[in-house]
């Protein structure tokens, strides 16, 4: 029993890492005790990674923790290591006939439990201790205890015959072997790195699909109820119309049948005087007859009923007309702001790599037309709107807030959000191709309204000699061949804006890492008549 317990307290003060006693103990933050120089050693093959960790529980500590010798605990392996040295073996412990005997052991020997190559002796537990604890003896070789040490030494010379030429074989199988120990070691904290990596990346993706379901679920949340009170609004405004009709047709109806009832009242007082007249006309007393005519023929004065004039039936068509335009410009804003919504893309942590050939970039192609109401007047659009003339003259543009009227350009219609690719043909002495947020300027000085000049935009001006890219006033010289086609990649997710050379293989002349706050729109500048610029039309 008291070996039993005198093994479980080896077991307890062991270090997870040389397997032995502890060694000038230390204790890391987690609690758990390693030998020094072990633990030390695990850390310095960290070095490469800002966190050190536990071998046992994985648990990463950031700076590097001190080391300090446990006091207490090397005072308890201390006491441990003589109450080992005085326990008493039992029985089994012995060597019996096919065992190897300790060569240290007076009287009755104990097994040995390895056999040292360098001395060529044979030790019990106890009597192997000098052999782990002074460091010459350290560099020994153990191997399991073997009788062919005895065996294979000369009596008469006492030298090794055998044992000598296995240690020399032994040597460089042992030396490799400890080479690969090594390399094994550092493989191992690969690994533990890698896995300790790729669990914190697991935790990642986690918390990121929590934070979706709830992000999902408050905007669906929000979402209804701006529909809700969105559709509130349109009752309450159909609940008005509905009154201001009512109202209306009962003020009209009753103005209506107030004539009404005067001229039913003027048809019965000329009825009743029409009466009086047939009376009168058959009188045959001539005096009686011209006596009551002044006061029988004189009229009232009429209501001039053949004055009123009945419109044709378009009592309340304004109401209506003005309804069914209202209905047609919600319906134009819903279509164009739902665009917005279904491309709208929720935020990742992976990202779609960008194209490596033209063919993937067509996989993300757009079709781009311009919005008249944003071109300038010296601007002429054609091709479906899809091309885009410097003209000398003004264009018969109506006035829209939406149009430029400083710098000639112009915006697309289409808003871009998630993946987007499209090119533009150019031809003249100089453009700038551009992508910008809705709410740039459209007048106003150079670094409000142009186009690269300020942070609601980027462009890449298009020379015949050189090419440069503009962002909020900073120029970027971007060197390349020049070319008359420029391709533009958007991952407005990933806040990349790429811009491309497209001739017989797509050249990379400037890209853009930023993070885009707002959906954006594709644009042009033109600056010297004639200048012309085509979004063509990809398949």
């Known amino acids: 029993m008291a070996l039993n317990n005198l093994k479980l307290y080896q077991e307890t003060f062991s270090c997870s890492i040389c397997l032995d006693l502890l060694k000038d103990p230390v204790t890391i933050p987690c609690g758990h005790s390693y030998c020094m120089n072990c633990i030390k050693g695990h850390w310095d093959g960290e070095e490469g990674s800002r966190n050190h960790s536990c071998p046992q529980c994985r648990k990463t500590f950031s700076p590097r923790p001190v080391l300090v010798k446990n006091i207490m605990l090397a005072e308890l392996v201390e006491e441990l290591k003589k109450t080992e040295l005085q326990a008493a073996p039992a ?9 190897v005997a300790c060569d240290v052991c007076s009287g009755r020997k104990l097994k040995a439990i390895k056999s040292c190559l360098v001395c060529l002796a044979s030790y019990c537990e106890k009597h192997l201790q000098p052999h782990r604890d002074a460091p010459p003896l350290q560099k020994h070789k153990l191997v399991d ?26 040597a460089p199988i042992a030396a490799e072997r400890a080479e690969k120990q090594k ?76 004539l009404q009832k005067k001229l039913e009242q003027e048809i019965t007082e ?31 004065g009429s209501t001039h009923s053949s004055s009123i004039k009945i419109r044709p039936l378009r009592h309340f068509e304004d109401v209506t007309a003005a309804v069914s335009e209202l209905r047609d410009k919600l319906q134009d804003i819903l279509r164009e702001e739902w665009t917005n919504i279904s491309l709208a893309e929720v935020d990742v942590l ?8 033209r063919a993937g970039f067509l ?35 109506s006035d829209h807030p939406d149009r430029f009227s400083t710098w000639k350009q112009v915006l697309s219609r289409e808003s871009l959000t998630g993946r987007c690719y499209w090119e533009v043909e150019w031809r003249g002495a100089e453009v700038y191709v551009s992508v910008a947020y809705k709410n740039i300027s459209r007048a106003g000085a150079l670094h409000e309204s142009f186009f690269g ?87």
């Open 453 to 539: 000049f300020n942070k609601k935009s980027w462009s890449l001006r298009c020379n015949i000699n050189s090419n440069r890219f503009y962002h909020n006033k900073v120029q970027t010289p971007v060197p390349g061949r020049q070319t008359y086609r420029i391709g533009v990649y958007l991952d407005h997710r990933a806040g990349i804006l790429s811009f491309y050379s497209v001739y017989e293989t797509m050249y990379l002349l400037h890209r853009v890492q930023t993070t885009f706050t707002q959906p954006l729109y594709a644009g042009v500048c033109l600056y010297h008549h004639g200048d012309t610029t085509e979004f063509i039309k990809l398949k």
């Open 363 to 397: 996989k993300c192609s757009r079709e781009i037309t311009l919005d008249p109401n944003t071109a300038h007047t010296q601007l002429l659009l054609s091709e479906g709107n899809r091309k885009v003339t410097f003209m000398e003259q003004q264009q018969s543009y």
């Open 183 to 258: 390399e094994l070691k550092g493989r191992r904290q690969q690994i533990q790195q890698r896995i300790q990596d790729a669990e914190k990346d697991v935790k990642l993706l986690q918390q990121e699909v929590e934070a979706i379901n709830q992000s999902a679920a408050k905007t669906v949340e929000h979402s209804q109820k701006i529909f809700t009170e969105f559709v509130c609004f349109i009752q309450k405004k159909s609940s008005d119309v509905k009154q201001q009709i009512r109202s209306q047709r009962k003020t009209e109806v009753s103005r209506v049948k107030e």
């Open 270 to 300: 000329l009825r009743r005087k029409d009466a009086e007249l047939i009376e009168l006309s058959h009188t045959e007393d001539h005096s009686q007859f011209l006596h009551k005519y002044p006061s029988v023929s004189a009229l009232r």
């Open 350 to 357: 992976l990202s779609d790599p960008e194209p490596k050939s």
């Open 91 to 99: 029985d089994h412990c012995y060597a019996g006939a096919e065992d």
């Open 145 to 170: 205890p073997s009788k062919k040490l005895q065996e294979n030494i000369c009596p008469r010379r006492d030298e090794v015959i055998k044992i000598l030429a296995e240690a020399y074989e032994t």
